[in-house]
């Protein structure tokens, strides 16, 4: 997970698909953008969606949101909208807005954090 610049809450990086992408490539353009990993979408495993309250946002905005998974030998770095990047466990979810804490508690679920 991510913080933004002078923010302390964790979130996904990520964000819209543009018009003509596929939401795989639109995971690989945002991980590109946001923490500088250049992944192939077609090689991005699709995990699960989450759809929740937005954070600070109106009552019944939602945010949906589709989780993938990649394996690169790159290591993360923080892009110019990104302040850190912080590897989370369930013990996290106090500093994440209620995405972040279902996604949490999915990859909990399927054994792949904590």
């Known amino acids: 997970m991510v913080t933004a610049r002078g923010r ?9 698909v543009d018009p003509g992408e ?4 639109a995971a690989a353009r945002e991980a590109f953008e946001e923490v ?9 495993e ?12 109106p009552e019944g905005r939602q945010v949906h949101m589709r989780v ?14 990104v302040g850190a990047i ?4 369930s013990a996290d ?12 508690r999915r990859l909990v679920a399927l054994d792949l954090i904590d």
């Open 46 to 57: 699709e995990l699960f969606e989450v759809r929740t309250q937005a954070h600070g946002e």
């Open 22 to 25: 596929t939401a795989a490539q």
């Open 86 to 89: 912080h590897w989370t466990t």
């Open 36 to 44: 500088a990993l250049t992944l192939a979408p077609d090689e991005l």
């Open 68 to 81: 993938f998974r990649a394996r690169t030998a790159e290591e993360p770095v923080p892009s110019a909208e």
């Open 8 to 16: 302390d809450v964790y979130y996904m990086p990520g964000g819209k």
């Open 93 to 104: 979810a106090d500093r994440c807005p209620p995405a972040g804490t279902e996604v949490l």
